[in-house]
């Protein structure tokens, strides 16, 4: 057989792996600290949804989820002609890069992002315009507006920020939306967070704030998402939008948006979880952690060991898995991200990474094991 590769296109084969080898081990098996999922299980009234017959399964979904839309719709306090529904906000990624990027045509990537909105702009020929952040991954605002050029489309906002749970101020946030591009907020994480732009949309035409049910709501497995925005801009990603959501999962969904009592519940509880790991990695000398809007905390390591060596010692040793994040552009091996999961799961963690701190400093050859002796 010929070498297939040729067959595939240049920017596949450039592009940056995803690291295949965390789906390879069987999940269940770990303390799932890496992923920013949640650790509690979706409301009561879900799962009794998922057990009931859902009608007219013999019949395609519609396209726009009419019901779950307009459910939406009501959560945030918009028109239906304001919300767009989505198989995940993933697919979000994807409906506005196929929307608005031409090759060549440029996105401004406040770093550190969302890897996603990377590689699907560069998987369309668009070119992703970097812009590093100021101290403690504040977005440096006036670097971003200087970086526009008459190829820019979009500003790619994620707040609160994956990785680094840092969220943009509403000032700032005007501010680029009066550069008046395409400006896109990630807001994955707003329940878990203080901010949320969703009162912007009927005043800002060119803001499109992606969401999902994936974090707070705690379904990541069941993939919906949704975008709210100017009417005009949902009409344009409507033409563009591929991303089916099935009649069972619309339906568990607006299940869950009537529970909403029982996600602020669980959300009261991870923030109260990433408090306690945000204190005690505070007081572990050698880790620096960053304050978070988000259900993760990134860790820069100012010691002699790497993300890559503490995420394998956890992994195989503890059986914990939290996240290196050299795969993230901008961040390098001197960084880790843990999720915040239930309180016995955080504490399980602390107790590891402390382990493992201690362990690094009893190694004679590490500079700074000498001095702190
Ligand atoms: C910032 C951000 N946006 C989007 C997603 C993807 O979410 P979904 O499960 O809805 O595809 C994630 C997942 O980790 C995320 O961190």
Same mark, same amino acid.
């Given at each position: ?12 084969l450039a592009?940056?792996?995803y690291n295949?080898?965390?789906? +390879? ?10 992923a920013n999922?949640? *650790?509690f299980?979706?409301t *009561? ?5 998922m057990?009931?017959t859902?009608p007219?399964?013999?019949?395609y ?6 019901d ?6 009501s959560?945030v306090?918009l028109?239906a002609?304001?919300v767009?529904v ?5 697919r979000l990624i994807d409906l506005?890069?196929s ?5 060549a045509?440029e ?9 996603p909105?990377e590689t699907?702009l560069i998987?369309?020929?668009?070119k ?6 100021k101290p403690?991954?504040?977005w440096?605002?006036?670097g971003?507006? +200087? ?12 707040s609160p ?7 943009i101020s509403?000032s700032?946030l005007k501010?680029?939306l009066?550069? $008046? ?6 807001e ?5 967070g ?7 949309? *009927?005043?800002?035409?060119n ?7 994936s974090k707070?709501?705690?379904l990541a497995g ?6 709210i925005s100017s ?6 990603m409507l ?8 009649r069972?999962t619309?339906? =568990?969904a607006?299940?869950?948006l009537?529970d909403? $009592? ?6 009261r509880?991870i923030i109260?979880?990433?408090k306690?790991l ?7 000398? $050698?880790l620096?952690p ?6 993760g905390i990134?860790?820069r390591?100012?010691?002699?060991f790497?993300g890559p ?6 992994r195989d040793?503890?059986?914990i898995?939290v996240?290196?994040?050299t795969?993230f552009?901008?961040?390098?091996? +001197?960084?880790?991200r =843990?999720?915040v $999961?239930?309180?016995q ?13 201690r ?13 702190s002796r």
């Amino acid at each position: 057989m010929r070498d297939l590769s040729r067959f595939v296109r240049p920017v596949v084969l450039a592009s940056k792996k995803y690291n295949l080898d965390r789906f +390879k081990l069987r999940r269940e098996e770990f303390l799932e600290m890496d992923a920013n999922e949640n *650790p509690f299980l979706p409301t *009561p009234g879900v799962l009794k949804a998922m057990t009931e017959t859902t009608p007219r399964l013999n019949r395609y979904p519609l396209l726009e989820c009419p019901d779950l839309r307009d459910k939406i719709a009501s959560f945030v306090s918009l028109k239906a002609d304001n919300v767009l529904v989505s198989d995940g906000s993933m697919r979000l990624i994807d409906l506005v890069m196929s929307t608005f990027i031409d090759p060549a045509d440029e996105a401004i990537l406040p770093l550190p992002t969302y890897t996603p909105y990377e590689t699907r702009l560069i998987s369309r020929g668009g070119k992703p315009v970097y812009v590093d952040p100021k101290p403690n991954f504040r977005w440096d605002i006036e670097g971003i507006r +200087k970086a526009v050029t008459s190829r820019t489309k979009l500003i790619i906002i994620v707040s609160p920020n994956n990785p680094s749970g840092a969220a943009i101020s509403e000032s700032e946030l005007k501010e680029l939306l009066n550069e $008046g591009y395409i400006t896109v907020v990630d807001e994955a994480y707003f329940l878990f967070g203080d901010h949320d732009f969703g009162h912007l949309v *009927p005043q800002e035409r060119n803001l499109i704030i992606a969401r999902t049910f994936s974090k707070a709501f705690g379904l990541a497995g069941l993939r919906v998402g949704y975008a709210i925005s100017s009417e005009e801009l949902i009409h344009y990603m409507l033409q563009m939008n591929v991303g089916w959501v099935d009649r069972i999962t619309s339906r =568990i969904a607006e299940v869950a948006l009537d529970d909403i $009592g029982y996600v602020k519940e669980n959300v009261r509880r991870i923030i109260e979880g990433r408090k306690y790991l945000f204190d005690e990695l505070s007081r572990i000398d $050698g880790l620096r952690p960053f304050p978070s809007e988000s259900n993760g905390i990134l860790i820069r390591i100012e010691a002699d060991f790497t993300g890559p060596e503490i995420m394998n010692t956890l992994r195989d040793q503890h059986h914990i898995l939290v996240r290196e994040m050299t795969n993230f552009t901008g961040l390098d091996d +001197k960084y880790f991200r =843990i999720t915040v $999961g239930t309180m016995q799961q955080n504490m399980q963690t602390i107790g590891a990474v402390k382990e493992f701190v201690r362990s690094k400093r009893m190694t004679p050859t590490a500079p700074q094991t000498a001095q702190s002796r």
